[in-house]
């Protein structure tokens, strides 16, 4: 299967981490990305990981990986009302080979 | 290079028409993919290229859709007798393929497709 799950709403206050889950069903998926989408706007990519990885940071934001549970999620430290969007987890397979495969994404509301 | 364009970024038409979409990719990308976005959905993959060989479509594709990448360089899209269930935003993406490239795609912002 293809199926990439999301949760489709968090809502944080301003300051605290955010944590965007996500889990998909393919085992072969090689690697996992994030990318966020502001209203109207095409998609920004924020951070991807190889499946050979449990975790990667990259400034305020750490990927977490479980590939036995088929789980990866998005933490982002001192969230701030810019981080408002909406965020998508793909996957792609077979070392890279084939278009990603998006969940419907989760939007993050942050309150001041 | 400033990334993926894509032109036009707004397109009213009225059902039956015919309209085409361009993105042009990063410069040096090889690969450039076509996804589209409902409301409320993840992008959907239609079909890609690499230069200009066409090695996939969706079956989202349907036959009144056409796309063309004829030098390897930007590509078209295009809708023939459009109907209101086309209404979308078309996303056009691009990476790098080939021994040590990144595996990255990059996308442009987007056009908006309203079939009235």
């Known amino acids: 299967g293809e199926d990439v799950e999301q949760s489709l709403f968090l809502s944080v206050r301003e300051g605290d981490s955010s944590v965007i889950n996500c889990t998909y069903t393919?085992?072969?998926?090689?690697?996992l990305y994030w990318y966020k989408q502001e209203p109207g706007a095409g998609l920004q990519l924020l951070t991807y990981i190889f499946s050979n990885m449990d975790m990667k940071q990259d400034q305020r934001l750490t990927v977490l990986l479980n590939k036995k549970d088929k789980h990866l999620s998005l933490r982002i430290a001192d969230t701030q009302t810019g981080d408002s969007a909406i965020y998508f987890c793909a996957e792609t397979r077979n070392s890279g080979n084939t278009p990603l495969v998006f969940g419907k994404g989760t939007r993050l509301s942050v309150i001041a | 290079d400033t990334g993926v364009s894509q032109d036009p970024r707004h397109k009213i038409t009225k059902r039956g028409q015919n309209v085409t979409f361009r993105c042009d990719p990063i410069s040096e990308h090889n690969r450039l993919y076509w996804y589209r976005q409902t409301l409320g959905q993840g992008p959907e993959f239609l079909t890609y290229f690499q230069n200009e060989a066409q090695l996939e479509k969706s079956r989202l594709l349907s036959d009144r859709f056409s796309a063309e990448r004829p030098k390897g360089s930007f590509s078209t899209l295009e809708i023939q007798r459009t109907e209101q269930g086309d209404s979308a935003m078309y996303l056009c993406?691009?990476?790098?393929?080939?021994?040590?490239?990144?595996?990255?795609?990059?996308f442009g912002p987007g056009t908006r497709l309203l079939v009235l």
């Open positions: 993406a691009s990476d790098l393929r080939g021994r040590g490239a990144g595996e990255t795609q990059y």
């Open positions: 393919d085992s072969s998926s090689t690697y």
